[in-house]
């Protein structure tokens, strides 16, 4: 593993660290926030970015540090896809697929299938990883992120929930099989047969898989993509019927940008520790 930099920040450390991936089959980098005091019993939260993103977005603009620090939880945030000349990207030259768009999911379609394993890189390499390069205990930790990397959260929640027990996003693609974005990636990663998208989509997880984790999100009223590609009302009814614990908050007047994102990360992280540590307190 190569340290590409550390930083320090509120008394803990900002780092990039870059390392041949197994899952991916290229190199990948992640940042990592590690608060001033790290024990086994340090809470970790996962951070997934959205289209377009690297793992910069998060560590530069959300404003996650500070607090992080006085809650002594660390934050680990990849970058959103593979990369990398021997990569294949959108053929069509777009940006909302391939390079910064992996959509967190195992591709199963040449030639995507190579390199598009986000879905076992988040779930089993990087956590492996981590727990092994930092001492930090991710067996059992939370996961968020924005946007596309709403919908990884808690795609990887619900097929994963015994290691990601507590969840939350902002502004999420919750029902990717039903808007644009979603339909063009999963045709890609998986093929024609939408039989097989429904075990990425977030609102057809929670009809079958029900979890005991409450799930927060925060969604902006004046978010261009809401109506088009976020359809919260989805996940929302999705959750009522079977009693799936959602607190959905509508944010009104904000978008779709990292003011958003840094306007109610704190809450977001309150929300993670207050649920690890329960769970801790519960083992």
């Keep these: 593993m190569q340290i590409i930099s550390e930083e320090q920040s509120f008394g803990g450390t900002q780092g990039v660290y870059e390392h041949a991936s197994d899952a991916c089959r290229c190199s990948m980098r992640f940042g990592l926030y590690r608060p001033p005091t790290v024990t086994p019993a340090t809470p ?7 289209l377009t993103c690297t793992e ?7 404003g996650a540090q500070r607090l992080a620090a006085e809650l002594g939880v660390a934050i680990v945030a990849p970058d959103t896809s593979p990369r990398g000349d021997d990569v294949p990207t959108d053929p069509d030259g777009g940006w909302d697929f391939g390079h910064g768009a992996g959509f967190y999911v195992d591709a199963t379609e040449a030639p995507w299938s190579t390199h598009y394993r986000m879905g076992s890189y988040i779930s089993d390499e990087l956590p492996t990883l981590i727990a092994a390069e930092f001492g930090l205990d991710t067996r059992r930790v939370g996961i968020c992120g924005h946007s596309m990397g709403g919908h990884g959260a808690l795609i990887t929640h619900f097929r994963c929930a015994t290691r990601f027990v507590s969840v939350s996003a902002f502004a999420p693609i919750v029902a990717p099989t039903t808007v644009p974005w979603g339909q063009k990636a999963l045709a890609y990663l998986l093929g024609e ?6 075990g990425f989509d977030a609102t057809a997880l929670v009809a079958t898989s029900p979890t005991a984790a409450h799930i ?10 809401l109506d088009d590609q976020l359809q919260p009302q989805r996940f929302i009814d999705a959750c009522r019927r079977v009693n799936q614990p959602l607190t959905l908050r509508m944010r009104d007047g904000y978008t779709h940008s990292y003011y958003f994102v840094a306007s109610f990360i704190d809450e977001h992280l309150r929300h993670h520790v ?10």
């Design 44 to 50: 970790v939260v996962f951070w997934l970015s959205g």
């Design 56 to 62: 910069q977005n998060f560590i530069t603009k959300a």
């Design 193 to 198: 047969n939408e039989n097989t998208w429904a």
């Design 216 to 225: 927060l999100i925060d969604q902006g009223s004046a978010d261009p993509f």
């Design 274 to 283: 207050d649920a690890l540590t329960a769970f801790a307190d519960g083992a």
